[in-house]
């Protein structure tokens, strides 16, 4: 009795270390819209569909300041993302909202969301399923370049978009 247990016991969890891509790291697995939304995207792992992403295509948007608006360059940039989530419709998308250091905490954050927004809904509009869309704003959090100057500030306006 005791034998048959611990067997069962042993191939139940064989199984589930051969289905968990979350313990495994496999990356063939395709993420259900219910799996994605209980994804942590701030703690994301870099896939091969993520490099590949980031080797073919531009992605990051910058923003003027205190602007969520979207400029020519930045829709000429997201339509070349656009056509690579067209072309990969297995990939998910998280979309960060960033800022400059200037203006509080709150204020940033709320920026760094609308910006996130502007460029998810663009997406949306052309054609890809917001199901595949999960949006964060870090505000000045995480600055790509650090300073105090319009150079640094310039740079820290932005939405990056990762796939995963």
């Known amino acids: 009795m005791k034998k ?8 139940a969890l064989l199984t589930s ?3 968990s891509s979350k313990d495994s790291g496999s990356e063939s697995e395709v993420l259900s819209d219910a799996q994605w ?14 490099a ?3 080797k073919t295509t531009q992605p990051i948007v910058y ?5 969520a608006f979207l ?5 000429s ?15 998910k998308i998280v979309i960060e909202g960033h800022c400059d250091e200037r203006g509080t905490r709150e204020y940033n954050l709320a920026l760094g969301e609308r910006r996130a927004s502007t460029i998810r809904d663009y997406f949306v509009a052309n054609g890809i399923a917001s199901s595949r869309i999960r949006i964060i704003s870090y505000g000045k959090e995480r600055p790509e370049v650090l300073g105090s100057t319009e150079l640094a500030w310039s740079k820290n306006r932005r939405g990056v978009t990762i796939a995963y």
Request: charged letters at 15%; aromatic letters at 10%; a negative charge.
């Open 4 to 11: 048959s247990v611990v067997l069962l016991f042993c191939a």
């Open 17 to 19: 270390c051969a289905t």
């Open 37 to 50: 939304r209980d994804v942590d995207i701030t703690d994301l792992q870099e896939t091969q569909l993520g």
């Open 52 to 54: 590949q992403f980031k």
């Open 63 to 67: 923003f003027q300041l205190n602007s």
């Open 71 to 75: 400029e020519p360059e930045a829709l």
């Open 77 to 91: 940039v997201l339509n070349d993302q656009i056509a690579w989530f067209q072309a990969n419709p297995a990939a």
